[in-house]
C-alpha cells in the first residue's frame, strides 16, 4: 500500500512542523500527596498525520535506545526517515487530495529545494514539545474535540494529599503545578516516569535559536531568596529535545510538602522544544530511580521519602481522556489512591530493568488470542505517547487487526471505527487498551470512518524483545512505581 499527499501540503507540514509547538489545590495526608496533571490542549491539523508519525517514531527511537543503553539512530539516519515519507505519490490512500486530482509529479516529489531540505534536516527530531510528546493528534471519537484547541482541567482530586492531572486534547502532556523558591511561586512541570531529572528554566536561559527562553515561569537569585549555585552543570537529552544549566538548591512545595534546599536543575540552555512559548510548561519532573539522574542527585518522591514527608517513594498516575469526561487525572505521592482502581485487579511485578526505568515482563494478545511473543519486557513511559515495539511484533499485532495495513516505514493504519482488542498482560493480569486509543490520528480528520494511523508502531534498535510502552496503554490503567522496593503495580481502573 502507497501512502501519499501534495507536495504544497507537504511544505506547509514540514514549515510548521519546526515550530514546537494548574489546578486544583492539594489535599494534604500524612504520607501521600497526590498532585493533579493537567492537559493542556494545543489541537493543530495542519501536519501531515504520516509526517507527524514519522517525527513520533523517531523520538521513540532514540527514548528506547537510551533506556536500553544501546546507540541511539544517528541525525542522519532520522533525517532519512523523514525524506523517505516524502518520496510518495501526491494522491490516493492517505493524501489530502482525491484520486483523480493530477499528481504534483507522477513519482512523487521531483526534489526538495535547499530551503525545504534544512528545515526537514532540523524536523527529523523535532516538531511537538521537547519529551515524546505530540500535540497535535487526534484520534477516533476524540478527534473533534482536538481540533477544538480546548483545556480540560481536571477536577478535584478525590483522595487526600492530592493534584490533578490537566491533559491534553489527544491525551498527552500530563501536568502538575508545584511552588519552587521563596517567595513561593507556581511552576508547571511536566511528568515524566521515564526519566530521573527535575529542572525548570533559569532567569537567564537562552533558546537554541538564539533568543530567551518564551513566556514561561523562571527560577534564580532575582527571584527567589532560597536560591543557590553549587556552580556544577548538568546537561539532559530527550527524546527529542535537551536541556543544559547549572545545579542548585532551593525550597520546593509538593502538594503542601516542603524541601528545603532541593537540589536540581535550572537550564541556562534549551532547545527550541522547551523554549517555544508554545510549550505549556516550565520544567519536567523525571520520576524514574535516581540512578538515571544526570544531576546525581535524588527525585522529589525519593526526598519526600528520606525526609519522612511520605511513607514510601511511591509515585502513582491515574491518567485520563478526554473523551470520558471525567477529568481525574492525578498523580500520587507515597501511595495508591484506592478510589482509582479495581482492588481485585491490582498486581505488583519486579522491576527487570537494571538502569533506573521502570519495565516489567508481559505477553500480549488481540481480541482475545495469544499472539505467543514469548520473553517480552515493556518499558512503563508516561512521557511517551506512542507503544513502539520491534518490528516483528508489531506486524504480528497488526495481522491479527481486521483491515490493518502497513505503511511499510514502520507506521501501520487501522480502521478508524474498529473494535479490536490489543492486550498486555503483566503479572498475570490482562489489560485491554481500549480501540480509541489506539487511534492516533486520522488519515482524513474529516472522514473518521475512514484509517486512521495506529497508536502502535515498530522500532528496533538491537533488541527484539524490549517494547516502550506509552500512553496509549497507561490511559488504560492505574500505574505505581515503588523505588524501595523495586516494584511496579497496575490494576485496572474504575
Not at 174 to 182: K, L, P
Not at 298 to 319: C, F, H, M, R, W
Not at 320 to 345: C, V
Request: hydrophobic letters at 35%; charged letters at 20%.
Amino acid at each position: 500500500m502507497q501512502l501519499g499527499f501534495t507536495f504544497s501540503f507537504l511544505l506547509a507540514t514540514v514549515l510548521l512542523a519546526l515550530s514546537p509547538n494548574v489546578e486544583a489545590a492539594p489535599v494534604k495526608r500524612a504520607g501521600i500527596v497526590t498532585l493533579p496533571l493537567k492537559r493542556i490542549h494545543q489541537a493543530r491539523n495542519d501536519v501531515h498525520p504520516f509526517m507527524l508519525l514519522q517525527q513520533h517514531i523517531n523520538r521513540g527511537l532514540k527514548r528506547y535506545a537510551r533506556m536500553t543503553g544501546r546507540e541511539a539512530p544517528s541525525d542522519l539516519e532520522l533525517r532519512a526517515h523523514i525524506h523517505k515519507r516524502m518520496y510518495i505519490p501526491a494522491t490516493g490512500p492517505g493524501s489530502r487530495k482525491p484520486a483523480v486530482d493530477k499528481r504534483f509529479n507522477r513519482s512523487g516529489v521531483s526534489h526538495i529545494s535547499e530551503p525545504v531540505t534544512t528545515l526537514v534536516n532540523n524536523a527529523a527530531t523535532k516538531g511537538g514539545k521537547g519529551k515524546n510528546r505530540n500535540k497535535n493528534a487526534a484520534a477516533g471519537t476524540g478527534a473533534t474535540n482536538a481540533l477544538k484547541g480546548t483545556l480540560a482541567p481536571a477536577g478535584n482530586p478525590t483522595a487526600d494529599n492530592s493534584l490533578g492531572l490537566d491533559i491534553e486534547a489527544n491525551d498527552v502532556g500530563y501536568i502538575a503545578t508545584v511552588q519552587m523558591g521563596t517567595p513561593p511561586r507556581d511552576f508547571k512541570l511536566l511528568m515524566d516516569s521515564g526519566s530521573a531529572d527535575l529542572w525548570v528554566g533559569g532567569e537567564n536561559c537562552q533558546s537554541e535559536d538564539g533568543g530567551d527562553c518564551g513566556n514561561h515561569v523562571f527560577l534564580g537569585s532575582g527571584s527567589s531568596s532560597s536560591f543557590v549555585d553549587t556552580k556544577q552543570q548538568f546537561q539532559v537529552t530527550y527524546g527529542s529535545g535537551a536541556v543544559a544549566g547549572d545545579i542548585i538548591t532551593d525550597d520546593i512545595n509538593v502538594a503542601g510538602l516542603d524541601l528545603k534546599a532541593h537540589k536540581f536543575g535550572v537550564a541556562t540552555q534549551e532547545t527550541v522544544d522547551f523554549s517555544s512559548n508554545q510549550t505549556p510548561f516550565d520544567g519536567l519532573m523525571g520520576l524514574a530511580q535516581s540512578t538515571l539522574s544526570q544531576q546525581q542527585t535524588l527525585t522529589p518522591v525519593e526526598a519526600l521519602s528520606k525526609n519522612g514527608l511520605i511513607q514510601d517513594a511511591i509515585t502513582s498516575y491515574k491518567i485520563s481522556r478526554l473523551a470520558d469526561g471525567k477529568n481525574d487525572g492525578e498523580i500520587t505521592f507515597g501511595g495508591l489512591d484506592q478510589t482509582k482502581f479495581d482492588a481485585n485487579t491490582l498486581v505488583t511485578f519486579d522491576n527487570v530493568n537494571k538502569q533506573g526505568f521502570w519495565e516489567g515482563a508481559m505477553t500480549v494478545s488481540v481480541n482475545g488470542q495469544d499472539l505467543g511473543l514469548k520473553g517480552r519486557t515493556a518499558i512503563l513511559d508516561t512521557g511517551t505517547t506512542l507503544v513502539i515495539a520491534p518490528a516483528a511484533d508489531a506486524t504480528a499485532v497488526h495481522q491479527a487487526i481486521p483491515g490493518a495495513k502497513s505503511d511499510g516505514q514502520g507506521g501501520f493504519t487501522i480502521p478508524c471505527t474498529t473494535t479490536a482488542s490489543v492486550a498486555l498482560t503483566f503479572g498475570g493480569q490482562t489489560f485491554d487498551i481500549n480501540p480509541q486509543d489506539l487511534l492516533f490520528v486520522p488519515v482524513d480528520q474529516n472522514d473518521l470512518q475512514g484509517d486512521c494511523v495506529s497508536g502502535i508502531s515498530s522500532g528496533n534498535i538491537g533488541g527484539d524483545a524490549e517494547w516502550l510502552v506509552g500512553d496509549v496503554f497507561l490511559k488504560n490503567a492505574y500505574f505505581s512505581t515503588d523505588v524501595t522496593k523495586n516494584q511496579i503495580s497496575l490494576a485496572k481502573l474504575v
